[in-house]
């Protein structure tokens, strides 16, 4: 139930431990005007830091009888949740509000095999809303939606649960939803030196973007039923490690070194792994999701994947290359959905994201 600081020198709910549940929302501006934008998230920032400590928004849930309150009130008695609140500006955020993009951010090319739906891609603002308790992600987007009203609205959004990729790696390794433990190599928390190369931007960044980082979100459907009818050996050569333990092939033990030519040459593990790719490497902080049935008799499920790296060309585009091209796994996944956003650094008492940017 504790809580996590809103202001600091990152960013919290990049390098922080991944909670939960996570309740992420892409917006829409229906503005141009800097001024409005700016009111909103200097708005959006003080009402982070009441509902991060686990405060009501604003003058709270009740109050003045004749108008509807500042806070919705379902958080009411939760405790903080370890809630974080990370926020990003898509590519089309800087051409709406005619701002200069950074050069870190930029479209991602079409990989083979998307079929990304618009409805459920990009987006000028994205929040990523993390917690322990679903109802205190929820509510913090809800209230954010509320005072965004005539500024900015949702364009999609996305529930997860069941943290994919951990970034404690003394704690039991979460498993996605095809079985696999999943996160095992990922950056740890405290590793600040491989946070500092792979993960935050530093001096060939704007101003505003030092300490940020970049964001890669991706909806990835599981076609769960052809997987379920896979064999046991089948779903291991695909990731090249084994199932239970998460071994990789050539050792017993999880976190036993990956040694690369004893991966199935066109393993998951193989293809992703920085050794093949020339040292490319992201923070992954995803969930799975399972949005009800899509009507054919399957289920909608999937892993809502989400990626930070300092440099995009240096991180998620280098690796989905090569696993688009050749991945064994693609037989039973499909991107459909997309967003790529670049988060300022830090937040400091009193100010929001991207103050200098948009004074
Ligand atoms: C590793 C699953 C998509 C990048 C892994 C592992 C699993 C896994 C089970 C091994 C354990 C670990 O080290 O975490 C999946 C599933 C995906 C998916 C089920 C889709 C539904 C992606 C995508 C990327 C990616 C889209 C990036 C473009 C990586 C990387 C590693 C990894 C970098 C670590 C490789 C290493 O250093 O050994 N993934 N993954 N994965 N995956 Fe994925």
Redesign the pocket.
């Known amino acids: 139930g504790q809580s996590i600081a809103f202001h600091g020198s990152h960013q919290a709910g990049i390098a922080t431990p991944v909670q939960d549940r996570l309740h992420f929302a892409a917006f829409d501006l229906s503005t141009d005007s800097k001024e409005d934008v700016a009111t909103m998230l200097k708005a959006w920032a003080a009402a982070a830091a009441q509902m991060t400590e686990a405060k009501e928004v604003g003058g709270g849930a009740t109050g003045a009888e004749l108008a509807p309150p500042d806070d919705t009130g379902e958080a009411i008695g939760l405790p903080a949740s370890r809630l974080t609140l990370t926020v990003g500006f898509g590519p089309s955020f800087f051409d709406k509000l005619k701002l200069p993009k950074p050069d870190g951010l930029k479209e991602l090319p079409h990989f083979p095999a998307d079929k990304l739906d618009p409805a459920r891609s990009g987006g000028d603002i994205c929040v990523q809303a993390c917690a322990d308790d679903p109802q205190v992600a929820v509510h913090a987007i809800r209230n954010l939606v509320r005072m965004g009203f005539g500024v900015a609205s949702i364009r999609w959004s996305q529930l997860g649960f069941g943290k994919t990729?951990s970034t404690t790696p003394d704690a039991q390794t979460p498993r996605?939803l095809?079985g696999?433990?999943?996160?095992?190599?990922?950056i740890a928390a405290t590793d600040e030196k491989k946070l500092d190369t792979h993960v935050w931007v530093g001096d060939e960044g704007p101003e505003w973007m030092r300490g940020g980082s970049y964001l890669v979100a991706?909806r990835?459907r599981?076609h769960i039923e052809t997987w379920d009818r896979t064999s046991l050996k089948e779903q291991e050569d695909i990731?090249g490690?084994t199932k239970r333990e998460?071994a990789p092939y050539g050792g017993t033990r999880e976190h036993d070194p990956?040694v690369l030519d004893k991966l199935p040459i066109d393993s998951?593990?193989r293809l992703?792994?920085?050794d093949s790719l020339s040292g490319a490497t992201?923070l992954?902080r995803g969930y799975s999701f399972t949005d009800g049935s899509d009507g054919l008799g399957r289920l909608d499920a999937?892993?809502f994947?989400l990626?930070y790296q300092r440099d995009l060309e240096k991180g998620?585009i280098p690796?989905?290359r090569a696993?688009a091209a050749k991945d064994t796994?693609n037989e039973y996944?499909q991107h459909v959905g997309s967003g790529v956003f670049a988060c300022p650094g830090g937040v400091s008492p009193g100010s929001f994201w991207g103050a200098s940017l948009l004074a």
């Open positions: 990729s996605n095809m696999f433990k999943d996160g095992t190599d990922n991706r990835i599981m990731f490690r998460g990956v998951h593990v992703a792994h920085p992201i992954r999937g892993l994947f990626a998620f690796i989905q696993l796994l996944i």
